[in-house]
Nanobody, 124 residues
C-alpha cells in the first residue's frame, strides 16, 4: 500500500507562485500515472494535472494550462506541481493521487491512493 504526503501549500498573493510536492512511501510509484486534483470551498473535487509513468507526457485542466507544471522524480518517488500566476480561483485543497488504471484519466474514481491534501490560498 502506498502512502502519499503533500506539502508546500500556503498563502500567496494573486500573481504569485507556489511549489507543491508529493512524497510517496510504501512502494515505488514509477509504474503508475500520477495526478493532482483540487477541491475549492463549496466545490466538487476537480482534475488539475496528470503525468505518465515516465514523465514524458503531461495533461492539464484548461483552467491551469500554461500556468501549472507537473513533474516527477521516480528515483525520489516524488511528484511536484509548480504553480505560477496564481489566481484567487485557484484557492483549494490540493491532492496528490496515484492512478489505478492504464492511460490518461481525469476521473477521480480511477485513482486508488490519495494524500491528505495541502491548502493553497490565493488572496486578491
Amino acid at each position: 500500500q502506498v502512502q502519499l504526503v503533500e506539502s508546500g501549500g500556503g498563502l500567496v498573493q494573486a500573481g504569485g507562485s507556489l511549489s507543491l510536492s508529493c512524497v510517496a512511501s510504501g512502494r515505488s510509484i514509477s509504474a503508475s500515472g500520477m495526478g493532482w486534483f483540487r477541491q475549492g470551498p463549496g466545490k466538487e473535487r476537480e482534475f488539475v494535472a496528470w503525468i505518465t509513468m515516465s514523465g514524458a507526457t503531461t495533461y492539464y485542466a484548461d483552467s491551469v494550462k500554461g500556468r501549472f507544471t507537473i513533474s516527477r522524480n521516480n528515483a525520489k518517488n516524488t511528484v511536484d506541481l509548480q504553480m505560477n500566476s496564481l489566481k484567487p480561483e485557484d484557492t483549494a485543497v490540493y491532492y496528490c493521487a496515484l492512478s489505478s488504471v492504464f492511460g490518461f484519466t481525469t476521473n477521480s474514481k480511477d485513482f486508488g491512493s490519495w494524500g491528505q491534501g495541502t491548502q493553497v490560498t490565493v488572496s486578491s
